[in-house]
């Protein structure tokens, strides 16, 4: 069984996934986590963002395998290292939608995700997997969120990891990443036709949770 969770940054998308995926023992596949692991190799080896083909050279040899630790939270590899904590970093979120908008990264990307998913029952999170990446899934959701509610909520999860960071610089860096996101020529983050969509916005977590077991 597939179920595809999609929605812009901020909506609670990873955090709701992951709780889904625990309780139906499912493997969660966080897709975003990926396009962030490449992003860190890209900025750790100094390649230029305008330097797209060594982006995709980079892409197609690197080595991603992602696990579930025992809470259900993700466990990244890098090339075999653990970057679950790195790939969370501010530099990251900056420059991860502009890694992940080159049509060829998503292309392999895609068989990635695809091989991971179809490996057992699986709970994906991302922009494209109910219109892009498993459109066929069993079930679809987008969730959604007021886009000072999405600042709010980023600006305090940055917090809550020790990053001090500004509130006007989330604010503008979650625009940034709406806009190229939503433009981007291969696979924009767009709602599937039969994806239920949930404005999260006045919900708790709990609640969304619920709201998405009742359509299972």
């Not at 897709?31 to 190799?41: E, F, S």
């Not at 922009?127 to 892009?132: A, K, N, P």
């Not at 036709?193 to 709201?211: F, G, H, R, S």
């Amino acid at each position: 069984m597939i179920i595809a969770i999609d929605g812009p940054a901020g909506a609670g998308k990873s955090t709701i996934a992951r709780i889904i995926a625990k309780r139906l023992s499912f493997l969660y596949i966080d897709t975003g986590a990926m396009y962030r692991a490449l992003t860190l190799k890209v900025l750790e080896t100094d390649i230029d963002l305008k330097e797209t083909k060594k982006i995709i050279e980079l892409a197609s040899n690197i080595n991603i395998d992602l696990t579930n630790n025992d809470d259900g939270s993700l466990k990244l590899l890098l090339d075999g290292k653990d970057v679950s904590k790195e790939i969370r970093e501010p530099q990251i979120s900056k420059f991860v939608s502009d890694i992940a908008k080159i049509k060829e990264v998503r292309l392999l990307m895609l068989k990635l995700q695809r091989k991971l998913g179809l490996q057992k029952d699986s709970v994906l999170d991302g922009r494209d997997i109910g219109t892009v990446v498993f459109p066929d899934a069993n079930k679809k959701f987008y969730l959604d969120a007021h886009f000072k509610e999405r600042v709010k909520r980023r600006h305090l999860e940055l917090n809550d990891l020790g990053k001090k960071i500004d509130y006007d610089d989330v604010k503008q860096d979650l625009s940034n990443r709406d806009t190229i996101d939503s433009t981007r020529e291969t696979a924009p983050l767009k709602k599937a036709d039969d994806a239920l969509y949930i404005d999260t916005t006045e919900m708790t977590i709990e609640q969304v949770v619920n709201k998405i077991f009742e359509s299972l």
